[in-house]
């Protein structure tokens, strides 16, 4: 990992389980050999990253599960086997219900 003011490869200094707090369950720091600065990066717990992948869906995540359901949709309606001609249709019904 770089250094986000140098650019200068990172230094492990260790990891520490943390047990007081729910939603991380370790944290890492690094130090610059050149700047001197210090940085921790906490990893989330198993609770936090199962809340999160739940509650989150990103456009392009939920972009690429409607265009998945609109190629099945065309296939089963024009029963066509050029996969590209099929990815280019549905890829036009899902813009133009967007519009």
């Not at 199962?50 to 992948?53: A, I, L, R, S």
């Given at each position: 990992m770089k250094c986000w003011h140098c650019k200068t490869e990172l230094i492990w200094g260790?990891?520490?389980d943390i047990e007081e707090n729910e939603d991380y369950d370790i944290v890492t720091n690094l130090s610059c050999p050149n700047c001197h600065s210090y940085v921790e990066v906490y990893h989330p717990s198993e609770k936090l990253r199962?809340?999160?992948?739940i509650e989150r869906e990103t456009p392009e995540e939920?972009?690429?599960k409607k265009l998945g359901e609109m190629i099945k949709k065309v296939k089963a309606e024009t029963k066509w086997r050029d996969i590209f001609k099929i990815v280019e249709e549905a890829q036009k019904r899902l813009n133009e219900k967007e519009i």
């Open positions: 260790g990891d520490h199962k809340e999160e992948y939920s972009y690429h």
